[in-house]
């Protein structure tokens, strides 16, 4: 598993790592944007925790949390940079 960082042009620093541990990945989500509302990143976390490799894209769908909105990075920038950094 591995870790990605990325800065989009314009846009704020994005940080994740992705770990496996013997309950499935573990997900950690950071950076200098913003998520409102505030927990929406710890939940999209908890919601992926113990997903397989196998399921993550799919679990990705499910998990992002529909009342949430990001600013300086996109959903979708942090959905790749999970899969990224999920085959690291």
Same mark, same amino acid.
């Given at each position: 598993?591995? $870790?990605?960082?990325?800065?989009?042009? /314009?846009?704020?620093?994005?940080?994740?790592?992705? #770990?496996?541990? %013997?309950?499935?990945? &573990?997900?950690?989500?950071?950076?200098?944007?913003?998520?409102?509302?505030?927990?929406?990143?710890? $939940?999209?976390?908890?919601?992926?925790? /113990?997903?397989?490799?196998?399921?993550?894209?799919? #679990?990705?769908? %499910?998990?992002?949390? &529909?009342?949430?909105?990001?600013?300086?990075?996109?959903?979708?920038?942090?959905?790749?940079?999970?899969?990224?950094?999920?085959?690291?």
């Amino acid at each position: 598993m591995g $870790r990605i960082v990325v800065k989009r042009p /314009g846009g704020k620093l994005l940080d994740v790592e992705v #770990r496996e541990t %013997e309950k499935g990945l &573990e997900v950690t989500v950071s950076g200098d944007f913003f998520a409102f509302p505030e927990d929406s990143i710890a $939940r999209l976390e908890e919601c992926l925790k /113990g997903s397989s490799r196998e399921n993550l894209r799919e #679990r990705l769908g %499910e998990c992002i949390p &529909e009342d949430a909105e990001l600013v300086g990075v996109s959903w979708s920038d942090v959905a790749e940079a999970i899969l990224r950094a999920a085959t690291e």
